[in-house]
């Protein structure tokens, strides 16, 4: 089985390309929000790169109701905190210089997490970019549904998993919800 650190290559060039190729993807997966499982308070995310961009999803999940937040790194060995979010609010970069909101936003619990990926499997194994920052906040959160948000091209047959991997929950991709068992 090839190792993490090769997956991680030959997924950020797949994910690459899958973003060139499908500018309509983030729509099509946004058009999708009705099929999550509940949850009030959504945890989203703000796309780096070729991740696929949450800002449609986040506008369909406000007008289904839903509130949003934002995970935070305020030290880089421990879970994320979650900061109370809105689109079009000001960020600034978080311990991870990732775009995060203001100390003075309020800090909630999601009831589920959205989070970007460079690889799942059909067992909700999920590849990150190897900083470790969801499945630390995962492992903290135990009860909140954990959704990855994908290109469907992201999936690949089998992922390396080590005991400190957390699976998800499900993947939203733009050709739909999928809950793993």
């Known amino acids: 089985m090839i190792d993490k650190r090769e997956l991680r290559s030959v997924m950020r ?10 500018a309509g993807a983030a729509e099509r997966a946004a058009g999708q929000a009705g099929a999550l499982p509940p949850g009030r308070i959504v945890a989203v995310y703000r796309a780096i790169g070729s991740e696929l961009d949450v800002e449609a999803l986040s506008h369909a999940l ?4 839903r509130e949003l937040c934002l995970p935070v790194v305020i030290e880089r060995d ?6 109370r979010w809105s689109p079009g609010e000001p960020l600034e970069l978080d311990e991870a210089g990732v775009p995060a909101p203001f100390p003075l936003a309020e800090v909630v619990e999601p009831d589920l997490i959205l989070t970007p990926m460079l690889a799942f499997d059909a067992r909700g194994s999920r590849l990150g970019q190897g900083g470790g920052y969801y499945d630390r906040t995962f492992a903290a959160w135990p009860d909140v549904t954990r959704i990855g948000f994908a290109y469907a ?29």
């Open 13 to 22: 060039a797949t994910r690459k390309r899958l973003a060139g190729l499908d």
């Open 62 to 65: 406000i007008q289904a109701g």
């Open 153 to 181: 091209g992201q999936q690949v047959d089998d992922l390396p998993v080590e005991p400190h991997d957390i699976r998800l929950h499900g993947v939203l991709t733009e050709t739909g919800y999928r809950p793993f068992a």
């Open 78 to 83: 421990a879970p994320m905190i979650f900061r």
